[in-house]
């Protein structure tokens, strides 16, 4: 029968294992590849050096699960492009960062380090913690299509997160969600199109929900309207529904990078910017069946920029219920 500890590593490290070594120079090669060049520095304790970690990798974003037998020190001279957001398990320790020394409590808090800065951890024997690991890239795209503005850059995160309310409680309760769906052996969540998904909603969890540098910018008047990017874009499709219009012409055409036009769509319509056109054109042509039915369906289906017509056809069947010549023929009948 396994022993308690077994069975609490078993239920923490879930996802794919990356690492279970007693080797010092292992841990800090393997940790240095997941965030930053990291130097870790065993305590002196009865306890020797072990580390093991896993990782759940959605979309962009990781969480990564990761264990310490010993005490042990760990310090970055320079955070590079990730932002780490750390949620002690069991034990705890302390983060620092700027000048700022932040506890690590199991349930109650934990620290997001931000990029471009030395950063520390201590944690103590036997922790267990989650780090969600961000790119700067990611995290900036998301702001910059909350905020209704490109080029501000990535904000700066307050060190200290409180796990017992508002937005580092919700953060809380959806990595719980997510890690619990796993380990009841669910693979929905972590299916490629729903984990896309799923690392939006977490990263504007986090801008939302935790203090930085740039809150002043997402407050609810600001959240609710749209950004003018969204706007000029949706014109721009608009203007070329006869076509398939690519990422990179949509960039081209209102200005702005194709990641930060994506985190728009995503934050705002639910959809990419390609997903949104092609529906767009699809109702195009539905428009067109009931207002022109002497138009063959060949004619609308060119007309909207379907050059496969068997595949328009299955898409207009999926999107209205019914086949683009039963919409013909009832306008026709009509």
Known sequence: MPSAARTSDAHHFVGT????????????????SINSP???????????????????????????MSGYRAEIRAHSAHVTQRFGLVVPVRKGGESQQSGTTAPLVPGRSGAIVSPNAPAGFTL???????????????????????A??????????????DLTRGGGASVLRLLRSVLDDVRAGSSVL???????????TIVHAILLGLPHTESHLLVEPRRASEPALL?????YLAANADRPVSSAELARAIGASGRVIAAAFRAHRD????????????????????ESPERSVTDVALACGFVHLGRFSVEYRARFGESPSDTRRRAASG
């Open 17 to 32: 294992p990356l690492i279970h070594t007693r080797s010092l120079d292992e841990a800090v090669q393997m940790q240095s």
């Open 38 to 64: 990291v130097r870790v520095e065993p305590l002196r304790g009865r306890d020797p050096f072990e580390f093991r970690a896993s990782r759940l990798q959605l979309g962009d974003v990781a969480i990564v």
């Open 124 to 146: 103590g024997a036997g922790y267990r913690g989650i780090q969600l690991s961000i790119p700067l890239a990611t995290l900036r795209a998301s702001f910059e299509a909350l």
């Open 148 to 161: 209704g503005a490109s080029g501000r850059g990535a904000p700066c995160f307050e060190v200290a997160i």
């Open 190 to 200: 972590t299916a490629p199109p729903v984990a896309a998904r799923l690392a939006d």
């Open 231 to 235: 706007r000029r874009a949706e014109e």
């Open 271 to 290: 959809a990419s910017p390609i997903a949104f056109h092609r529906q767009r054109r699809l109702e195009l042509s539905r428009r067109l069946l009931l």
